[in-house]
T-cell receptor
Framework: AAGVIQSPRHLIKEKRETATLKCYPI?????VYWYQQGPGQDPQFLIS???????DKGSIPDRFSAQQFSDYHSELNMSSLELGDSALYFC???????????????FGPGTRLTVL | AQRVTQPEKLLSVFKGAPVELKCNYS??????LFWYVQYSRQRLQLLLR??SRESIKGFTADLNKGETSFHLKKPFAQEEDSAMYYC?????????????FGKGITLSVRP
């Protein structure tokens, strides 16, 4: 079965550069979540989208922005990168439309960002 | 704000031994609790959720609202259970079901 796809899998950037991470949800999933996991830390919720609109926002820095496109894929744009942005960035997708209660989130493999 | 606490970072047991991975949460309402597992070189995947009251791969977890706990248990550990385990909670439903994770625990099952 198709799973959540993230690209790139690894990314190395210099301080003050920009980075774009991409997430392709499972077909027919309309909700995307982004999480950041620093070294030795738990995954922290950044932002989510439902039907191409931002649905919730967590601890996402102002330097970061994200959007969900008409094909439901999502991109996380990170500018003025700092050393502390080095982390594993997970994307998860779920089906939010027409459902109530918790909808299982399916995770991608993550993008490991290293800022030098 | 909600919080999930996993007090231990590592649990090492021998094959066949019982396992209990501890998880406590803080939230004033009624959250949904989950255990996620990450095997070596694989992605995070849902192991079980309290609302379904299932047993998956021999693991069970009971939500204790009085103690605000959701400990994961298995009576006889297997080597293939070695993985990273995260306890998580969600306070919303539908398209707003973001997860709050604990810091995770590494379970190592020795032969």
């Amino acid at each position: 079965a198709a799973g959540v796809i993230q690209s790139p899998r690894h990314l190395i950037k210099e301080k003050r550069e920009t980075a774009t991470l991409k997430c392709y949800p499972i077909p027919r999933h309309d909700t995307v979540y982004w999480y950041q996991q620093g070294p030795g830390q738990d995954p922290q919720f950044l932002i989510s989208f439902y039907e191409k609109m931002q649905s919730d926002k967590g601890s996402i820095p102002d330097r970061f922005s994200a959007q969900q496109f008409s094909d439901y894929h999502s991109e996380l744009n990170m500018s003025s990168l700092e050393l502390g942005d080095s982390a594993l960035y997970f994307c998860a997708s779920s089906l939010g439309r027409g459902t109530s209660g918790y909808n299982e989130q399916f995770f991608g493999p993550g993008t490991r960002l290293t800022v030098l | 704000a909600q919080r999930v606490t996993q007090p231990e970072k590592l649990l090492s047991v021998f094959k066949g031994a019982p396992v209990e991975l501890k998880c406590n949460y803080s939230y004033s309402g009624s959250p949904e609790l989950f255990w996620y597992v990450q095997y070596s070189r694989q992605r995070l995947q849902l192991l079980l959720r309290h609302i379904s009251r299932e047993s998956i791969k021999g693991f069970t977890a009971d939500l204790n609202k009085g103690e605000t706990s959701f400990h994961l248990k298995k009576p006889f550990a297997q080597e293939e259970d070695s993985a990273m385990y995260y306890c998580a909670l969600s306070t919303d439903t539908g398209a707003n079901s973001k997860l709050t994770f604990g810091k995770g625990i590494t379970l190592s099952v020795r032969p």
